[in-house]
């Protein structure tokens, strides 16, 4: 057996193994069978690392890795089977016929793979090129299915139907790593949606071990089975051609992709295997997948389906305007008197999105004073530096930034995706470490909000279905209600169930205003994101005091004062004043959730004896956690597999009451909907129903109401006026 400390000797054991890079994060508290030198082989941080991080976490979970190191010592060698061996390619169309009628009247378990045209069907020209299947650790099959001039028409006929009908056993219990790609593909190509999924191991793996970057097949294939790329040859025909958003498998020697797919499907059926054996052992894993993660797959992929209708003119219109607006401003800037010193000085043109330039350019040409640095020490010149210089130059290439991102990572990402004037998001349930959902391809999770103009540009290109009206239904103050759920605690609590404000009372405290009417709702904002949560996930007053003290630049009371000359008049003139100031505030707010500060403590220390925190629905969050992180966790998981909960069950209703509303996605605490408008009455009616009063039934944790607001954007208007 060979234990690693450290990165360092991680990456060096591991550099020349054909894998992607292995990180110590990622690689910890695995026992990795390593072929090349026949030997397991485990990972850990470094003791120098434990000892310079000064943080008991670390401590404990440093002596759980070195324990549990101790107890792999007994294991044999590992052994390494002839994976070739046991993957068949079949291409004779008898074989093949013979095959699925034995999976059809024989097998009880088939997983399965595709390797297909793209990520997602909704192009046309997609095919699903071929299909890995096995239900015996030591036996998979590969066979191609629409891959081009292989079969006759009347035998691809008979090979699709076949198959069909295997999808459509109801007594066939179906595995895939990534049950929703399978799921999707199925209902595009083939118009049927397979019946009796029973297991996606992409998912069991983030639920057994959430840790960042290790739910691949690839990865899990390398951590528990020592298997090195076996992607290498049909890689180069997986990139995706731009122009018509198709890979190039059709160009792969198909022996060489019924390999490769057939190899997926055995790691796949081995990695299910194993996963059964491991969460037999954690009854609560169960619970979280059946009633969360494998139903919610199902609704996501509903949601993806439907996708959002989506103005393609109005982006391409869009992405022509930001075009010549950031060319006009990058024109200015590059002749700007601010550019002809700097190029006087240097002798070169300014680069407008070289760092070094612009740190010469503010700091040792004109002269202006740092704000803040790097954490590698030096001067920042990033969007916040500049938007609080007195300078045109500085806030014109603000401007510019801002407009580049919005051209080039939102609506070009947009057009990129939209496919018969819609956009289908995925939605993904394996990768955020809290157990939320996530998106991708694009991130609908992280379309600007605050941002008016870039809310305005990115939002009026989404819209709904003719007759129709986007609606978003938000949990209103779910982490709050959430927090008193697990503390129990009465002042939150009161909180909670009169209404009050807590985050409008800790403002009042923060800024010293007798009289409420004073405070903004920026401030309230301040008071609520710089403080209250802050405090409650852990931080501490000096954080929180610079964050507020920053937040509050140039802001002004409801009646016109500045909130910095408003704290001079109560005796705070300096920030180590307001620092000061900070910590009283923090003492007295501890005084009063003094049941929130004892479950905090608690959280942190069940975590140091168990090495992960756990919420009211079974999920786990594992590896190595700051403070902020342990607190929050429970908080924000239980928060979002509320939502994920009101949403399987909204997919299960609509299909079963036929509404023509869809559910079109999932946005941190809420959900959008193209809601039918002559239906509309009934279907928010039945979300309330479901999102507050089932949910409060299913759980006898939940212990106070759960209340939902809806923003309708109205009839035929674009997702923008949501909540206008």
């Keep these: 057996m060979i234990w690693l400390f450290g990165a360092v000797a991680v990456e060096s054991f591991f550099a020349d193994h054909d894998i992607e890079k292995v990180s110590i994060t990622a690689a910890r508290k695995w026992c990795i069978p390593d072929k090349r030198t026949g030997a397991w082989v485990v990972c850990m941080y470094h003791p120098a690392f434990v000892l310079r991080k000064h943080d008991r976490v670390l401590d404990s979970i440093f002596k759980n890795d070195i324990h549990w190191a101790l107890s792999c010592l007994h294991r044999n060698p590992p052994e390494f089977p002839d994976v070739d061996s046991m993957v068949h390619c079949l291409t004779n169309f008898e074989e093949v016929r013979q095959l699925l009628l034995r999976v059809l009247n024989e097998w009880d378990l088939l997983v399965f793979d595709y390797e297909t045209s793209s990520r997602k069907p909704y192009h046309p020209g997609n095919m699903i090129h071929s299909i890995?299947?096995?239900?015996?650790?030591?036996?998979?099959?590969?066979?191609?299915?629409?891959?081009?001039?292989?079969?006759?028409?009347?035998?691809?006929?008979?090979?699709?139907?076949?198959?069909?009908?295997?999808?459509?056993?109801?007594?066939?219990?179906?595995?895939?790593?990534?049950?929703?790609?399978?799921?999707?593909?199925?209902?595009?190509?083939?118009?049927?949606?397979?019946?009796?999924?029973?297991?996606c191991t992409m998912n069991v793996a983030h639920l057994l071990d959430s840790r960042n970057g290790i739910t691949s097949l690839k990865t899990q294939a390398f951590l528990r089975y020592g298997v090195e790329d076996y992607q290498r040859e049909v890689r180069p025909f997986m990139r995706i051609d731009p122009t018509t958003k198709l890979n190039k498998l059709h160009e792969c020697q198909l022996p060489k992709l019924l390999k490769?797919?057939?190899?997926?499907?055995?790691?796949?059926?081995?990695?299910?295997?194993?996963?059964?054996?491991?969460?037999?052992?954690?009854?609560?894993?169960?619970?979280?997948?059946?009633?969360?993660?494998?139903?919610?797959?199902?609704?996501?992929?509903?949601?993806?389906?439907?996708?959002?209708?989506?103005?393609?003119?109005?982006?391409?219109?869009?992405?022509?305007?930001?075009?010549?607006?950031?060319?006009?401003?990058?024109?200015a800037l590059v002749t700007s008197r601010e550019a002809v010193a700097f190029e006087e000085r240097t002798e070169h043109k300014i680069n407008l999105r070289?760092?070094?330039?612009?740190?010469?350019?503010?700091?040792?040409?004109?002269?202006?004073?740092?704000?803040?640095?790097?954490?590698?020490?030096?001067?920042?010149?990033?969007?916040?530096?500049?938007?609080?210089?007195?300078?045109?130059?500085?806030?014109?290439?603000?401007k510019m930034r801002k407009l580049s991102k919005l051209r080039d990572t939102y609506l070009s990402q947009f057009l990129h995706e939209i496919t018969n004037g819609h956009i289908h998001p995925s939605y993904n349930l394996h990768i955020?470490?809290?157990?939320?959902?996530?998106?991708?391809?694009?991130?609908?999770?992280?379309?600007?909000?605050?941002?008016?103009?870039a809310k305005r540009i990115i939002r009026m290109g989404i819209i709904p279905s003719p007759g129709h009206e986007l609606v978003e239904a938000d949990y209103k103050a779910i982490e709050v209600r959430v927090m008193t759920w697990y503390t129990h605690d009465p002042i939150m609590l009161n909180y909670v169930i009169t209404g009050n404000d807590m985050h409008r009372d800790q403002a009042k405290e923060?800024?010293?205003?007798?009289?409420?009417?004073?405070?903004?709702?920026r401030l309230r904002h301040i008071g609520k994101n710089g403080f209250v949560f802050p405090q409650f996930y852990g931080d501490w007053y000096k954080a929180c005091a610079a964050s507020c003290w920053e937040m509050m630049d140039g802001e002004r009371l409801s009646n016109g004062v500045l909130v910095r000359e408003h704290l001079k008049n109560q005796g705070i003139r300096t920030y180590q004043d307001f620092e000061n100031h900070m910590a009283t505030v923090e003492r007295k707010f501890w005084e009063l959730f003094h049941y929130t500060k004892e479950w905090r403590d608690w959280v942190v220390d069940e975590y140091e004896r168990l090495g992960y925190v756990s919420n009211y629905f079974g999920f786990r969050r594992t590896g190595y956690l700051a403070k902020n992180q342990i607190i929050n966790s429970p908080v924000q998981g239980t928060a979002s597999q509320c939502l994920q909960w009101s949403l399987n069950k909204l997919s299960k209703i609509r299909k079963e009451e036929g509404w023509v509303t869809k559910l079109c996605g999932q946005i941190h605490d809420s959900i959008i909907l193209?809601?039918?408008?002559?239906?509309?009455?009934?279907?928010l009616g039945r979300i309330r129903q479901v999102m507050c009063d089932d949910l409060k039934q299913q759980y006898s944790w939940i212990i106070t109401p759960v209340e939902v607001d809806f923003s309708p954007g109205g009839l035929d208007r674009p997702w923008y006026y949501c909540g206008s």
């Excluded at 081995?270 to 059964?276: A, F, K, N, T």
């Excluded at 470490?433 to 941002?451: C, H, L, V």
Aim: overall charge negative; some cysteine; aromatic content about 12%.
């Design 132 to 199: 890995g299947i096995c239900s015996q650790d030591n036996e998979a099959f590969a066979f191609p299915f629409q891959y081009p001039g292989h079969w006759e028409p009347r035998q691809y006929s008979i090979i699709r139907n076949l198959w069909v009908r295997i999808l459509m056993k109801a007594s066939l219990k179906k595995v895939a790593h990534n049950l929703k790609f399978e799921h999707k593909w199925s209902r595009h190509i083939l118009r049927v949606e397979p019946v009796n999924w029973y297991r």
């Design 674 to 683: 193209d809601v039918k408008y002559d239906e509309r009455e009934y279907v």
């Design 354 to 398: 070289s760092t070094k330039d612009l740190r010469t350019l503010f700091y040792d040409i004109l002269q202006y004073q740092p704000i803040k640095q790097t954490d590698s020490g030096n001067n920042s010149v990033d969007e916040d530096t500049l938007s609080r210089l007195q300078n045109e130059f500085a806030q014109n290439l603000v």
């Design 260 to 331: 490769y797919n057939g190899l997926d499907a055995l790691y796949e059926k081995w990695l299910h295997r194993d996963q059964e054996k491991e969460w037999r052992r954690i009854s609560d894993l169960h619970h979280v997948y059946d009633e969360i993660v494998h139903d919610g797959l199902l609704a996501l992929e509903d949601c993806e389906d439907a996708g959002f209708p989506a103005d393609e003119t109005y982006f391409n219109q869009q992405k022509i305007e930001l075009t010549t607006q950031i060319d006009n401003l990058e024109e």
């Design 510 to 521: 923060i800024f010293i205003v007798d009289d409420l009417s004073l405070l903004t709702g």
């Design 432 to 453: 955020a470490a809290t157990g939320r959902s996530s998106s991708s391809d694009p991130n609908f999770q992280n379309i600007p909000k605050r941002d008016e103009e």
